[in-house]
């Protein structure tokens, strides 16, 4: 099993838990940092409240180690290698001549698809890790492997929602209990109590959780190049003052393990010109563990899946801030980041100005039919007549941000015009207009063919 989170591997344990995996001889957890500088960070099996979730495993080995010194996420064997790194990595891992399945997370990209190419003959089961299992497979897989994956194992976190990832190639998607994951958190924040810096900002036990802080939760979006530093340095002041304007006088700014030191300083010198109380929790711990140890009053966030899991698991209220830039940010079209933005604009209410309607579950599934045949229409064709049908019927001020006009031109999609010019959906309209444009153009050839002086 090949986890690079402590949500990842919480989810494991979940599956683990619910008997999710037939026994086996040997249960091995591999742990994977893919941090730039992986030197400079926890691993996964260092951090706060792992010690719970080990018992599952009969092992814990680790992947960077296993491919020194090669990065974990930009190492990938080369095809007559493979041979050769099989039995160096049975042979470091004491695992002889046994059969072995893998279970990984975003099978798209390294560690993942690295792993599961070094063991060629391996079953696959694949879990998901957040919102993007409900997005289109952003990239065109070996069949060698697809043919390989049996299942996917995803948490409910969007109840009535159907991943979309990899059923082109006919796996299958599979629940993991909700109540196993979060009786899987609570072990976790039962084993961390007491040991941060942030239980003075939680509400006493005879208060209400409307007492509780704000939570504010940091992405690090400037490092996959989506955002400017100083346009996230902007978002996370967004929320704060956002937060304040909503009465909140006590805030808590879970900031990226990977962000700059600086922004919470920003945000420090913020909090007080407004008169705000501002802790800073740099533990790098789960949100899921802070919802259950600060009982928050409000979580504010940009697309973050502990906006889903805060609303779903745990009933708190959420509000959004961010999502209209990066819609339109977003680049290319296809990027897997699209479809876990659009899922949270569409489900949660912005920071400000208040009021919005949130999209229903067949609203919001239709929608990510649609976007996910727009990312990757070679992968999805048999989904064009559903896209065309969302596009034909839904396409409003509330659901444009969600499209670009140059990809539904690009695709033949509704949409791709403003309505005053849309062509009539009628044979002879369209018959028409193609013979008006092969007469135009023809007519501006016979122009530039006439001008004295051009070649002939």
Not at 129 to 152: A, C, E, F, Q
Not at 341 to 353: E, G, N, T
Request: charge should be positive; glycine fraction near 6%; charged fraction near 20%.
């Amino acid at each position: 099993m090949l986890a690079s989170t402590l949500y990842g591997a919480a989810t494991l344990a979940a599956a683990v838990d619910s008997d999710r995996f037939e026994r086996t001889d040997r249960c091995v957890l591999l742990v994977s940092n893919n941090a730039s500088v992986p030197e400079t960070t926890l691993p996964l099996d260092a951090m706060p409240g792992f010690a719970v979730l080990r018992g599952r495993f009969d092992e814990v080995l680790s992947w960077n180690d296993a491919i020194f010194p090669f990065h974990p996420g930009g190492w990938s064997p080369r095809p007559d290698d493979v041979p050769l790194w099989e039995r160096h990595l049975r042979a470091l891992w004491n695992l002889g001549d046994a059969a072995v399945e893998l279970v990984v997370e975003s099978l798209q990209v390294e560690p993942a698809l690295a792993l599961v190419q070094l063991f060629p003959a391996a079953p696959i089961d694949l879990y998901a890790d957040g919102l993007m299992s409900y997005g289109p497979t952003r990239n065109k897989l070996d069949l060698l492997v697809t043919t390989r994956v049996r299942r996917l194992l995803h948490l409910d976190l969007v109840p009535g929602l159907t991943p979309l990832l990899l059923s082109e190639h006919g796996v299958r998607p599979e629940l993991v209990p909700t109540s196993a994951f979060t009786s899987v958190l609570a072990q976790l924040a039962t084993a961390t109590a007491g040991t941060s810096a942030d239980t003075a900002a939680a509400p006493s036990a005879d208060r209400s959780p409307a007492d509780g802080p704000a939570l504010l939760l940091g992405q690090y979006l400037a490092a996959l190049e989506i955002l400017t530093p100083q346009e996230e340095e902007d978002l996370h002041l967004s929320m704060l003052r956002g937060a304040v304007e909503r009465g909140h006088r006590r805030l808590v700014f879970k900031p990226h393990p990977t962000a700059p030191a600086r922004w919470s300083r920003m945000l420090e010198q913020e909090a007080a010109r407004l008169g705000a109380d501002l802790t800073v929790h740099d533990t790098p711990e789960l949100a899921e563990v802070l919802f259950q140890r600060l009982r928050p009053a409000l979580v504010v966030g940009c697309f973050s899946t502990a906006l889903v899991t805060a609303s779903a698991l745990y009933g708190i209220p959420v509000a959004r801030t961010g999502t209209d830039l990066l819609l339109e940010r977003l680049a290319p079209f296809q990027n897997s980041n699209r479809v876990p933005v659009a899922i949270v604009d569409a489900l949660f209410p912005p920071l400000a100005p208040p009021g919005h309607r949130p999209s229903s579950t067949g609203e919001l599934s239709a929608l990510l039919v649609a976007l996910g045949f727009c990312m990757q229409p070679q992968s999805y064709p048999h989904l064009r007549d559903a896209a065309t049908a969302y596009l034909s019927a839904h396409l409003d001020d509330r659901t444009r941000r969600y499209f670009k006009r140059k990809r539904l031109a690009a695709l033949g999609l509704p949409g791709a015009l403003p309505a005053g010019l849309a062509l009539p959906r009628n044979p002879a309209a369209r018959r028409l207009a193609r013979r008006v444009r092969h007469v135009l153009r023809a007519r501006a050839r016979r122009r530039v063919a006439q001008r004295p002086g051009t070649p002939r």
